[in-house]
């Protein structure tokens, strides 16, 4: 009985990791496609019972937050304004939950992964489930989706969102199912590229940067490409660099010949 219960746990783990992933847009006709603002939060999937990180590690969220939760899955963000992602971090990553700290946090929801139909029909499930509990939206915000006349929409909607302080934006296919792995049928548009790399070595500075970090040696997570990030890093975070095993979100502009990140920027530390 006892293995029993560990494969049925095995096999929720897995379950739950495979959560759905974003391509990059590379001037796909996405007419009639539906778009929406990629928020810069935690990214969290709600499986009716437990909140959990995109890796699948059980988020300490306070019963408090949780009990405004619906008894069906939810895949979204949490997230409270634009700019404070290292703080929704350590929020959301402490393991001790601050009840206060958290009630800043929502879950901005852009998919409901037990439903029938396309997003938008998923996405009503959620919809009519708060008109009937509307005590619920203390916790939880649906992520509004624009439908997409022509392809220079979303490079306008960027723009838009960029001035606000905003991150990036999806564009999602409307009518294909949910699906639980990196998907064409959901495209992330940034003005730069991000990716993540593992850290190896910490390189000491020099001038300014002398008994601080300097740069960091990293293995990019996808390619093994082995590189340097030396800008993005506050002088905190110099003064207290990424440990090595650690992995680093980085953003660039584009790919050297070599298959190497140009210019690329420390953005922040995963914690998850």
């Not at 601050?98 to 998923?122: M, T």
Request: net charge positive; with cysteine.
């Amino acid at each position: 009985m006892r293995a029993i219960l560990v494969i049925l746990l095995a096999i929720k783990f897995v379950f739950c990791i495979e959560i759905l992933r974003l391509s990059e847009f590379k001037d796909q006709n996405v007419s009639g496609w539906l778009m929406s603002e990629k928020f810069d939060g935690v990214r969290a999937y709600w499986d009716g019972r437990n909140l959990l990180s995109r890796n699948g590690k059980i988020l300490n969220a306070p019963s408090e937050f949780t009990a405004y939760l619906p008894p069906f899955e939810l895949d979204g963000e949490l997230f409270s304004n634009r700019g404070e992602f290292e703080k929704i971090q350590s929020v959301v990553m402490d393991k001790t939950p601050d009840v206060n700290a958290w009630k800043e946090i929502k879950f901005y929801v852009f998919d409901v992964p037990g439903a029938q139909g396309g997003l938008l029909k998923r996405l009503e499930k959620l919809e009519n489930f708060l008109l009937k509990n509307p005590a619920y939206q203390l916790r939880i915000k649906v992520i509004k989706q624009i439908i997409i006349k022509d392809n220079a929409e979303p490079d306008a909607f960027l723009n838009d969102v960029i001035k606000r302080g905003g991150e990036g934006v999806v564009v999602r296919e409307p009518n294909v199912p949910y699906e639980r792995n990196r998907s064409q049928n959901a495209l992330k548009l940034k003005k730069f590229h991000d990716a993540e790399c593992e850290t190896i070595a910490i390189n000491n500075g020099n001038g300014k940067y002398k008994n601080l970090m300097g740069s960091v040696t990293c293995k990019d997570l996808k390619s093994g490409k082995i590189f340097k990030i030396g800008s993005g890093f506050s002088d905190a975070v110099r003064a207290n660099p990424p440990k090595i095993g650690e992995i680093i979100t980085y953003k660039f502009q584009n790919l050297t010949a070599n298959g190497l990140p140009r210019f690329p920027v420390f953005l922040r530390i995963r914690k998850d």
